[in-house]
Nanobody, 122 residues
């Protein structure tokens, strides 16, 4: 079992930045592919970013490439999502997820955090 707890959400204006954190417990953190998903209001949850266990491989949704960066600190069992150049369409509940492969993370996770709200105003 893996427990995930997100933090760092909030409200910002267009063009602002936020950094989300996700602290993991249970299991061997470096063995998990970690990722972020988001669910905009009234829409389905969508993939945002993923990081391999070592952090050496990352993947992003086209909508966030060049603006968002996923990193991880395996010594702290934490994964981060640095979000720059935020737009109103980035408004969503952001979820941290863990799974075993990068391929699977592009679709879903096996373990989920509770979510953190990000609101971007124009």
């Amino acid at each position: 079992q893996v427990q995930l707890v997100e933090s760092g959400g909030g409200s910002v204006q267009t063009g602002g930045s936020l950094r989300l954190s996700c602290a993991a417990s249970g299991g061997t953190f470096s063995s998990w592919v970690m990722g972020w998903f988001r669910q905009p209001p009234g829409k389905e949850r969508e993939f945002v970013a993923a990081s391999s266990g070592s952090g050496g491989s990352t993947r992003y949704a086209d909508s966030v490439k060049g603006r968002f960066t996923i990193t991880r600190d395996n010594a702290k069992n934490t994964v981060y999502l640095q979000m720059n150049g935020l737009k109103p369409e980035d408004t969503a509940v952001y979820y941290c997820a863990a799974t075993r492969t990068m391929t699977r993370m592009a679709l879903t996770g096996d373990y989920w955090g509770q979510g953190t709200q990000v609101t971007v105003s124009s």
